[in-house]
């Protein structure tokens, strides 16, 4: 009889507060199969093994190979545009925490691939300006349940964010260089010391973010630094 009561509710909710698609908008699902048939996912076999660039083997591309590298290894969910682009924002900026879930768990088969390589999970941090402002940090979410698919802890409050930034995505390539230049600390390094880190972030574009954060890390003596990112630009 509860259940009974409870299906009608939930049904009834449905009814007033329709899930609706965070790539179309359309009523029904967290993300439709209309658009998630349209996400390309980065191929790890045919894309740079540092940046997710689309070079057609994996080997290390022309930009990683002029530069230090920032992080042992990266990996990447999906390439951000159309659909997939319009997803990424409803979670990043109308508060949809359901559809990063849902995107994590659509590369889930991926986690497979390098679960073993890492043994903890550090998100990239927001200032507490921004977390007040946005209500929550995606990249957290993301390492969250990166952490409950592949049962590796989160180290909280490890790497902080302590300068206020633009946001990347609306700067040009030098602008965000110095747009995210000393703007990471470390605290309690004994968390990470000699450990192997997988760091986290929503989107991967010029990298900026990834280099500044994985150098700061680095400072901690851990044994390697990894990435993930949920999405990269093509």
Same mark, same amino acid.
């Given at each position: 009889?509860?259940?009974?009561?409870?299906?009608?509710?939930?049904?009834?909710?449905?009814?007033?507060?329709?899930?609706?698609?965070?790539?179309?908008?359309?009523?029904?699902?967290?993300?439709?199969?209309?658009?998630?048939?349209?996400?390309?996912?980065?191929?790890?076999?045919?894309?740079?093994?540092?940046?997710?660039?689309?070079?057609?083997?994996?080997?290390?591309?022309?930009?990683?190979?002029?530069?230090?590298?920032?992080?042992?290894?990266?990996?990447?969910?999906?390439?951000?545009?159309?659909?997939?682009?319009?997803?990424?924002?409803?979670?990043?900026?109308?508060?949809?925490?359901?559809?990063?879930?849902?995107?994590?768990?659509?590369?889930?088969?991926?986690?497979?691939?390098?679960?073993?390589?890492?043994?903890?999970?550090?998100?990239?941090?927001?200032?507490?300006?921004?977390?007040?402002?946005?209500?929550?940090? %995606?990249?957290?979410?993301?390492?969250?349940?990166?952490?409950?698919?592949?049962?590796?802890?989160?180290?909280?409050?490890?790497? %902080?964010?302590?300068?206020?930034?633009?946001?990347?995505?609306?700067?040009?390539?030098?602008?965000?260089?110095?747009?995210?230049?000393?703007?990471?600390?470390?605290?309690?390094?004994?968390?990470?010391?000699?450990?192997?880190?997988?760091?986290?972030?929503?989107?991967?574009?010029?990298? %900026?973010?990834?280099?500044?954060?994985?150098?700061?890390?680095?400072?901690?003596?851990?044994?390697?630094?990894?990435?993930?990112?949920?999405?990269?630009?093509?």
């Amino acid at each position: 009889m509860t259940s009974t009561v409870h299906s009608l509710a939930k049904g009834l909710l449905g009814l007033i507060y329709p899930v609706r698609c965070g790539g179309c908008g359309s009523n029904g699902n967290i993300l439709c199969r209309q658009c998630t048939n349209t996400f390309r996912f980065v191929e790890e076999t045919s894309s740079c093994p540092i940046c997710g660039r689309l070079v057609g083997h994996r080997i290390v591309c022309g930009q990683c190979l002029d530069k230090k590298k920032p992080f042992e290894e990266g990996f990447y969910g999906f390439y951000y545009e159309k659909r997939l682009r319009d997803a990424i924002h409803s979670f990043k900026f109308s508060g949809r925490k359901d559809v990063g879930k849902c995107l994590v768990h659509l590369v889930r088969t991926k986690m497979d691939t390098f679960s073993g390589r890492f043994d903890c999970i550090v998100p990239v941090p927001v200032t507490e300006k921004r977390l007040r402002e946005r209500g929550f940090n %995606q990249s957290f979410i993301i390492a969250e349940e990166i952490s409950g698919i592949t049962g590796k802890p989160v180290c909280h409050g490890v790497l %902080q964010k302590t300068k206020e930034t633009k946001d990347q995505y609306a700067l040009s390539k030098d602008e965000r260089k110095r747009n995210i230049k000393g703007a990471f600390s470390l605290k309690r390094v004994d968390t990470i010391r000699g450990k192997r880190v997988l760091l986290i972030d929503d989107l991967y574009t010029t990298g %900026q973010t990834a280099r500044e954060a994985s150098r700061t890390l680095a400072k901690g003596k851990t044994k390697a630094v990894l990435f993930f990112a949920l999405a990269r630009t093509p």
